[in-house]
């Protein structure tokens, strides 16, 4: 039940502070924000699921929690680490195109870009316990 939970928590939090970028960097919420908002969800729901699940396996190993969230994390650390960043190479060159496609796919990529890196920084946050 606290599994569910935390996974339920790394949602909001991520797109919260998605938000807060948006609103930061003057974004509206228009339809090219949101569709980029709701590609991004099944990102925010993964990083969140593959470190607990990672722990559990830890923990039925034998290990003690703290153990099992710091090895946890450490093995699958550089994994989750790519993932983000590959995401962040396919969808920042977005933001460079020019003229009025440019204007907005803008805030398509850097929402995109902004919500995968609070994924990672929520699923290494409030996820291991």
Known sequence: M??????????????????????????????ISLLALSLV????????IVVLENIHRHR?????PATAAYDGRMEIGAAAVAITLT??????????VGGNVGQLFREFGLTIVAATLFSLLVSYTPTPR
Not at 87 to 96: C, I, K, N, S
Request: hydrophobic content about 55%; cysteine-free.
């Open 2 to 31: 606290v599994n569910t939970t935390i996974v339920l928590l790394a949602i909001p939090v991520s797109l919260l502070s998605t938000f807060a970028v948006m609103y930061f960097l003057g974004f509206s919420l228009d339809l």
């Open 41 to 48: 969800i099944g990102i925010l729901v993964d990083d969140s």
């Open 60 to 64: 039925s190993l034998g290990k003690d």
């Open 87 to 96: 995401d962040g190479v396919v969808y920042a060159p977005v933001t460079f």
